[in-house]
């Protein structure tokens, strides 16, 4: 079975810088894009930052210049560098990838199970 376990979060003042990561297990050929989603209380799901397995990056509006998505093939992570946060990135913050397993051999998409990012002013 194919994980993604995210960690990092936590409370954070604003203006603040707080680093998230996500681990992917199981029995993988590759992972090709992988990406940061959050969704804030009474908000639909957003995605935050993605990269794709060449390291080719994408950030929303409301993130570019303050985060900065990085991954790890070799060690199957995705990591969300967050500086100068504001209240409004206040969410839970879920990691998403497409990974190729095998058994047999398929794309599936996978989510983590989301880590609460809170800012406070």
């Known amino acids: 079975q194919v994980q993604l376990v995210e960690s990092g979060g936590g409370l954070v003042q604003a203006g603040g810088s707080l680093r998230l990561s996500c681990a992917a297990s199981g029995i993988i050929s590759s992972i090709n894009d992988m990406g940061w989603y959050r969704q804030a209380p009474g908000k639909q799901r957003e995605l935050v930052a993605a990269?794709?397995?060449?390291?080719?990056?994408n950030y929303a509006d409301s993130v570019k210049g303050r985060f900065t998505i990085s991954r790890d093939n070799a060690k199957r992570m995705v990591f969300l560098q967050m500086n100068s946060v504001k209240p409004e990135d206040t969410a839970v913050y879920y990691c998403n990838a497409e990974i190729a397993v095998f058994g047999p051999y398929r794309l599936v998409e996978v989510w983590g199970q989301g880590t609460l990012v809170t800012v406070f002013s």
């Open positions: 990269v794709t397995s060449g390291g080719t990056t």
